[in-house]
């Protein structure tokens, strides 16, 4: 399994959900967490790894316990508004500040296909909205307003090379 870099176009691709869990699924699922913990990030959607299912891992505290597979979330709730920096191991050196809900809930299934509901707030809300962005094929760097958007230009073309 590989990670896909911009200008990858599957990073710009809307996921489809994933109707069922096979074996191989998971087996896929597993190993995205583990490059996930590889490449030390928090989130990986599976267009990252050019596979264009609305599935997502994640591990915003590190420390690999509880669910960390997620079957098409969505969020169905957002709150208020934080400003921060956002990076993404999809775009290798470029962060900037993005603006985003402070707190979501977002449903989603467990690898078991047990049904979960999660309150999010502050690292773990922001990350829950760049993963499912990444599902409906928008990067972080979409978000941009158009002065950021130029401060980054000469990077995306490094990456486009």
Sequence with gaps: MKLKTYPDPVLQKRAVPLRSITDADLDKLRKMRDLMYELGGIGLAGPQVGWSSRVVV??????????????????????????????CLSLPGIRSTVVRAEKVVVVAYAEDGKRLEIDAEGLQARAWQHEIDHLNGVLFIDKLPAAAQMNIRHRLKELSS
């Excluded at 590190?62 to 921060?84: H, L, Q, T, V, Y």
């Design 58 to 87: 994640m591990d915003t505290d590190g420390r690999g316990e509880g669910e960390r597979i997620f079957i098409n979330p969505k969020i169905i709730e957002s709150d208020g508004m934080a400003e921060d920096q956002e990076g």
